[in-house]
Nanobody
Framework: VQLVESGGGLVQPGGSLRLSCAASGFTFRRYHMAWYRQAPGNERELVAGITSGGGMTNYAESVKGRFIIFRDNTKNTMYLQMNSLKSEDTAVYYC?????????WGQGTQVTVSS
C-alpha cells in the first residue's frame, strides 16, 4: 500500500489549494478514504472522509462549507479542495485508508496559510 500526497504549499488567508493523494498497491475503489491533518503541538485530527464509491462524505465542523473531498476511482486518486483558507488550517495533511483493520498513511504534505 502506498499513499502519496501532493499539492501543499504556502497560501495567503482566503486563498485556495487542492491536495491530491495518489494510491497504489491496493484496489482503491473498494476502500473508504480520508484526509487528516496535524498542526505542531496538536494531535492528528480527521478533516474529511469519503466512501469507496464517493457517494458519501463527512467533514470536521471546522472545515464544513470550505473544503470538499472527492475522488476519481479511474485514476486511483483522492483530492481535497480547500477554499477560504485560514491560518488555523496550517498543518501537515495526511491521506489515510484502513484495510483489514490496518491503518495506512502517506508521508504528508505541508500546508501553510500566512500573509
Amino acid at each position: 500500500v502506498q499513499l502519496v500526497e501532493s499539492g501543499g504549499g504556502l497560501v495567503q488567508p482566503g486563498g485556495s489549494l487542492r491536495l491530491s493523494c495518489a494510491a497504489s498497491g491496493f484496489t482503491f475503489r473498494r476502500y473508504h478514504m480520508a484526509w487528516y491533518r496535524q498542526a505542531p503541538g496538536n494531535e492528528r485530527e480527521l478533516v474529511a472522509g469519503i466512501t469507496s464509491g464517493g457517494g458519501m462524505t463527512n467533514y470536521a465542523e471546522s472545515v464544513k462549507g470550505r473544503f470538499i473531498i472527492f475522488r476519481d476511482n479511474t485514476k486511483n486518486t483522492m483530492y481535497l479542495q480547500m477554499n477560504s483558507l485560514k491560518s488555523e488550517d496550517t498543518a501537515v495533511y495526511y491521506c489515510n485508508t484502513i484495510i483489514r483493520d490496518a491503518w495506512y498513511w502517506g508521508q504528508g504534505t505541508q500546508v501553510t496559510v500566512s500573509s
